[in-house]
């Protein structure tokens, strides 16, 4: 059997979803065995180039992380479609957008204003910001354009699957990769993970009756260590979340904060926290539950911490 | 007028691009140094609750967001104005010392060594991390993988997840360990430092012992006299987790020791127009251009700068390291920018002793790892070093800790300065009329930029490995002349 071609890529994104396709540790002799790599700027020596001179869809997988948020990501991104017969939109920003979308609640304006000159440590009082062309004595310098608006993947380009994840845990890397190894694929459209439930489903704290009156933050008071999070009254979002990740941050007494994106068949995750949080308040009093409510500081960026661009708010209307 | 350009760099964590203008003569004209992104970590953070920070700052960089993290829990403390107990403290540096051993291990190995152990002329087929097994042999390479993969399950065990950690709360951290997780960190500390030890051996073997290597190191076009910067104990000793900072001259002598909370009478950011990423620079000395020296302001904030501006390791192991580095190259402080790559192993069998240091200490597994804040959050600063230098998270909050405002100085962005001198500076050296341009000869101005470790993903608030390079030589007319590619 030929060896499948492989392409990794990273857009907008950190590089930790780089460091998480490293983290599958020994494991990658195996996939050295099965699979090519034909293109990755981070690990290997090819260039932007030679994937122009591909023939379309001579690349069998593109594994894509990062969101799409200037003209160089938009690019590429389309570049890589039409080259490769999969595209997998690899990590949650590549999913839904992830904190870099939290720019999002704010515009280009605003946040280059922020950068360069607001910010108490910037010099600049000639208010000079950064140019997408500049001449220089020598000649002229180009930058990519920033947007105003981050997008996902999915808004750029058609995506065939989705590893969630901020990052994708080990396991959760490995099971996609099984699947493209064997051939044998799920339906366009999956999101691989080991679960398509909440992460409720794989976390071992102990779930009883679920009725708050007081939410707290993390630094108020030390969790019991055995009992819900939820119960407890801190934010947990693990309700409102895929598993898959093996419940990681309410084994260390953190709340979960959503990153493996909602569950099965949920379009927008943050209303779904919403919808969860409503039927669990212990009133039936309209002034205390606004009240209890408004102990949330900041509950559109907490409830669309990962998924504001791809939520139904997709970014806030600046003025 | 003939145009170069390196888009994007190779073996550099991140995105960027090299522009170098040759005069007709085939002369450079001038050099540049481009980041090409932006990611807005400053102006998003506003509005988000301040506990969430050291999650959220963390996602500016994948590679080191236990940096981050920390920086960030530590600005909590003083935004609460509660101090951590001696427990979450320990266990806060003991994960940061784990931090430091597998990223020192993986640049060096990866990043760096290739330069080294192959020759910086060696076909880039060879020029990576499998031809430095192939040459050092495999049981290195497996003890390479094997310090990366042990570190990790450190880094989870005690910070909750293997990437993106979630344990820092001020006052605190939010799991305590338990005498069997301590006993196994024990091992994995003793197995570092005896991989610190060997990694030294190499270094010594492969690089100090050859004199080309050496003749390298201590040539001009590798040399830049700037300030040093770095953290350091009540002893002035090196420390990545807490302290004080300290800025030492290109003539050793002490500019200033500032605590975090003191960084704006230090440090400002000069824009220039051609980049999206500012330039710091010391405020004391001015900002006097791309130039370097005791009156210009541009300092460095990496593992050399970092041993130039201590007064020695607070560990014996790796004090005897530091000792030998600066008998051999002729005293303190060393500006042979090529050092850098001994400076970080020196560190790396730091951060192995200090793991095991606190891994032995008898209070790790004690579950007291929490105070609770009681008074109002208002502004705070935290301070640490990140592996490609020091990290500054500036917070200001309302009185319910939502964030107002957010600045920050980030590891890379420090560099930014020094980065482009010593890759501009090599650049002129190395391309003269006459001299074909060949591949080997851009990888040694790479060599230039490479001992700072830079991650643009960091510094943008925007990988390990090996990033394309193409250079394409344009004429005065702007026709392309000559195109140039590494790989395939």
């Known amino acids: 059997m030929a060896k499948l071609k492989i392409a990794l890529y990273w857009a907008a994104s950190c590089g930790g979803c780089e460091i998480a396709t490293l983290a599958i540790h020994e494991k990658i002799l195996k996939l050295a065995e099965v699979a090519d790599i034909v293109f990755w700027p981070v690990g290997l020596d090819f260039k932007y180039a030679d994937v122009e001179k591909m023939a379309d869809k001579s690349v069998d997988v593109c594994l894509f992380n990062g969101a799409i948020r200037n003209e160089e990501n938009e690019h590429m991104a389309k570049l890589l479609r039409a080259k490769s017969k999969i595209m997998i939109a690899y990590g949650s920003c590549a999913y839904e957008g992830c904190i870099p979308g939290l720019s999002n609640f704010y515009n280009r304006q605003m946040t280059m204003d922020r950068a360069y000159i607001e910010t108490p440590s910037t010099d600049n009082p000639k208010k000079i910001l950064p140019q997408t062309k500049f001449k220089v004595p020598e000649g002229e310098l180009e930058l990519p354009e920033l947007y105003d608006t981050v997008k996902t993947l999915g808004q750029t380009v058609d995506v065939d699957y989705i590893v969630p994840g901020c990052p994708p845990e080990e396991r959760t890397t490995w099971l996609a990769l099984e699947a493209l190894i064997s051939g044998k694929l799920p339906p366009k459209g999956t999101v691989i993970s080991h679960a398509v439930k909440a992460v409720c489903d794989e976390c071992p704290r102990k779930k009883e009756e679920k009725k708050i009156k007081k939410f707290y933050r993390a630094y108020e008071k030390v969790p019991e260590p055995e009992r819900c999070l939820l119960e407890q009254g801190f934010l947990c979002y693990g309700v409102a979340t895929r598993g898959g990740c093996g419940a990681l941050c309410p084994q260390a007494n953190m709340r979960c904060t959503g990153c493996y994106g909602p569950v099965e068949g949920v379009i927008d995750q943050g209303a779904h926290f919403l919808s969860a949080l409503s039927s669990i308040i212990d009133s039936n009093d309209p002034e205390e539950i606004q009240r209890i409510v408004d102990e949330i500081p900041d509950p559109a960026g907490t409830f669309y911490r990962y998924s504001l661009p791809d939520s139904l708010l997709r970014r806030a209307i600046v003025k | ?488």
């Open chain 2, 1 to 488: 007028m003939k145009r170069i350009t390196i888009d994007p760099i190779t073996r550099l964590e991140g995105h960027g691009k090299i522009t170098i203008f040759l005069n007709e003569d085939g002369s450079v004209a001038n050099t540049y140094l481009q980041i090409p992104e932006l990611r807005g970590f400053e102006k998003f953070s506003e509005g988000r609750i301040a506990e969430d920070m050291p999650q959220i700052t963390q996602r500016i960089c994948g590679v080191c967001p236990e940096a981050h993290h920390m920086a960030g829990t530590k600005a909590l403390d003083d935004l609460f104005h509660v101090e951590p107990t001696s427990t979450a403290k320990k266990l806060r540096e003991l994960l940061y010392s784990s931090f430091y051993v597998t990223d020192h291990t993986t640049h060096f190995y990866i990043l760096a060594g290739p330069d080294f152990v192959m020759g910086p002329d060696a076909s880039p087929a060879e020029r990576n991390i499998l031809g430095v097994i192939g040459k050092v042999g495999l049981e290195l390479g497996g003890a390479v993988i094997n310090t990366r993969k042990q570190n990790h399950w450190i880094i989870q065990t005690v910070g909750g997840r293997p990437i993106h950690p979630c344990f820092g709360l001020p006052g605190g951290v939010s799991r305590a360990i338990n005498e069997e997780e301590r006993a196994k960190i024990e091992e994995i500390a003793k197995g570092s430092v005896e991989f610190a030890k060997l990694t030294l051996k190499v270094f010594d073997d492969v690089v100090l012992k050859n004199k080309a290597y050496l003749d390298m190191i201590l040539s001009d076009t590798f040399t830049l006299k700037s300030y040093n910067m770095g953290l350091v104990d009540k002893n002035n000793k090196v420390n990545f987790y807490d302290g004080k900072v300290r800025v030492v001259g290109p003539d050793g002598k002490e500019l200033c020791k500032y605590a975090p909370r003191e960084y704006l009478e230090h440090i400002a950011e000069r824009v220039e127009p051609w980049t999206y990423l500012k330039f710091p620079y010391l405020k004391k000395v001015g900002w006097k251009g791309f130039v370097d020296g005791k009156d210009s302001g541009v300092y460095r904030a990496t593992p050399l700068s970092r041993l130039n501006a201590a007064d020695g390791m607070a560990t014996p192991l790796a004090q005897a390291e530091y000792e030998k580095m600066y008998s051999t190259l002729g005293g303190k402080p060393v500006n042979y920018t090529l050092a850098t790559h001994w400076a970080r192993l020196i560190e790396l069998l730091y951060a192995a002793e200090r793991l095991l240091e606190l891994s032995r200490d008898p209070e790790i597994t004690s579950p007291n790892i929490r105070n609770i804040p009681t008074a109002k959050p208002d502004e705070g600063v935290g301070i640490v070093e990140a592996p490609r230098g020091t990290l500054t998270h500036h917070y200001i909050t309302d009185e319910k800790g939502v964030i107002k405002k957010c600045n920050l100085i980030v590891g890379t962005t420090n560099n930014y300065a020094p980065l482009f001198m010593s890759v501009r500076k090599a650049a002129a050296d190395l391309i003269k009329p006459g001299v074909k341009i060949t591949e080997g000869l851009l990888n040694r101005i790479e060599m230039a930029w490479r001992p700072y470790d830079p991650c643009m993903s960091c510094a943008t608030h925007a990988l390990p490995g090996q990033l394309p390079l193409e250079v394409t030589i344009y004429d005065a007319q702007g026709n392309e002349v000559k195109k140039l590619s590494r790989g395939i």
